[in-house]
Each structure stands twice: as structure tokens, then as C-alpha cells.
């Protein structure tokens, strides 16, 4: 008893808590699985009391939507950075795709959290769909640059869709035992992953330039 009343007791104000309970979150869900997540985890992992928590995020699913908007601003930052080290249109339509199933490899736990709270929505977040440098608008920008029609909005959004469809499906794919053998040929992961995405259409430098 002394010690819940120790933890009750516990000041929830110490610097940026939103901030801290979202790494919290992080860390659990990375270590533990989704389904150790509760907001009284999270508190108990970022050293604050049970309460704290309500002050920022009024149940758990408020709390798995901040961590899937920061998931998202993770993936955003690192596509950008494969799309800037890239040296050509191919090379960059190639990073962009291994950047995202590293990504997806690297943090399990945030990626299956980031889709589990779109599914079912009506519209993406906007840092996946809307946004300058989300994800998805860094693959559309750079098949506009590989001499996609930026007027043929369908056919642009199609486009898009299939890269972004190859890249997730890749990173559902890649830890099979079965690729260990090209693995091994091509010299590691990454060499594989560059290959798968060299053999598709969507990422092949046929749009002229």
C-alpha cells in the first residue's frame, strides 16, 4: 500500500511530459509488444504517477496515436534522407524503398502501431499523405521527376500507390528464411533489398530519364 501511495504521490510536471510519456510508450512497445501498453505502463516506465498520463492524453488510444504521428515524422525524416544521398532519379526511387523497409525492420513495434491506427480511417494522416516531405508525397515527387505526368492524377496516384505497396509488402517479407540464400549471395541485407526493388517496374528508371 505505502508503495502506491508513493507513486500516486509522484509529481506528474517535470519538463516536457507529453514527451516523455510518448518515449515511454516507445520503449515499451519496442521491448514489450503493443499489448504491455496501458497508460499506467507508460507512467510507470517514464517515472511519473498513474494520473499524469490523463493530463496529456485522455485514454490509451490517444496516447497510440501520438506515438503513430511520431512513427510517421520518423519514417518522413528518414526517406528524406536516402531521397537526399541518392544520385540519380533510379537511385533515388530505390532508396526511398529500402530506406522504408530498414525502417520498418529497425522498429517493428511503431511501424505495426502506425498502420494499425489508419486502417480503418477514412483518410491518412497528414503526415503520410498531405504534407511536403511525408512519405508519401517524397515517393510521388520523385516519380514526377522520373517523368511520371504530374497531370494524370489518377495514373500518378496509381503509381505512387504500387511503390508504396512494394516497399510494405517487401517489409512483411524480407525477414523470411527462404531469402538467407540470396542474402548470402549478394553480400547482405541491404544488396537484397536494392535487387528486389531494381527487379520491379515501378522502380526501374523507365520513364526517360
Known sequence: MREAEASEARPYHHGDLSRALIDAARRLLESEGPSALSLRAVAREAGVSP????????DKGELLEAV???GWDLLNDSLSAAR?????VKDKLTALGVAYVVFAR???SLYRIMYDGSRNKEELPSQ???EDDSAYCQVRDTLVEAGADP???????LATTAAWCAAHGLAEMASFKQFDVLKTALGSEEAFLRGVFEHMKI??????K
Open 51 to 58: 494520473a499524469a498520463p490523463y493530463h496529456h492524453f485522455k
Open 151 to 157: 497531370t494524370d492524377e489518377i495514373a500518378l496516384e
Open 84 to 88: 537526399k544521398s541518392a544520385h540519380s
Open 68 to 70: 503513430a504521428t511520431e
Open 128 to 130: 503520410v499523405h498531405l
Open 203 to 208: 522502380f526501374a528508371d523507365d520513364h526517360g
Open 106 to 108: 529497425e522498429n517493428p
